[in-house]
Nanobody, 122 residues
């Protein structure tokens, strides 16, 4: 298992940007695929983005393509989600997750952070 702590959420106006960070500890960070998921009130948790062990491969939900960028710094045990041109429908709790497979399926991620709230006002 790896311990994950997200930060960087907040309140932003539509069209604005936020950068989420996730700090990992416990196991060797570079062994894990990292992902970002989000959950809005009354909705299922949904995939946002994933990045492979070395950062070579990334994958995005259709809603995130062209606006969000996932990256990682294995030397600092960090993963990031740069979110640009935010929309009110991006409002959700965002979760960082670590898994042993390169996947977008939430159940394949064994470790989860506590989440950080992102609120986008119109």
């Amino acid at each position: 298992q790896v311990q994950l702590v997200e930060s960087g959420g907040g309140l932003v106006q539509a069209g604005g940007s936020l950068r989420l960070s996730c700090a990992a500890s416990g196991r060797t960070f570079s062994w894990f695929t990292m992902g970002w998921f989000r959950q809005a009130p009354g909705k299922e948790r949904e995939f946002v983005a994933a990045i492979s062990l070395t950062g070579t491969n990334t994958q995005y939900a259709d809603s995130a393509k062209g606006r969000f960028t996932i990256s990682r710094d294995n030397a600092k045990n960090m993963v990031f989600l740069q979110m640009n041109n935010l929309k009110p429908e991006d409002t959700a709790v965002y979760y960082c997750a670590a898994g042993s497979r390169y996947t977008i399926v939430a159940s394949d991620f064994a470790s989860w952070g506590q989440g950080t709230q992102v609120t986008v006002s119109s």
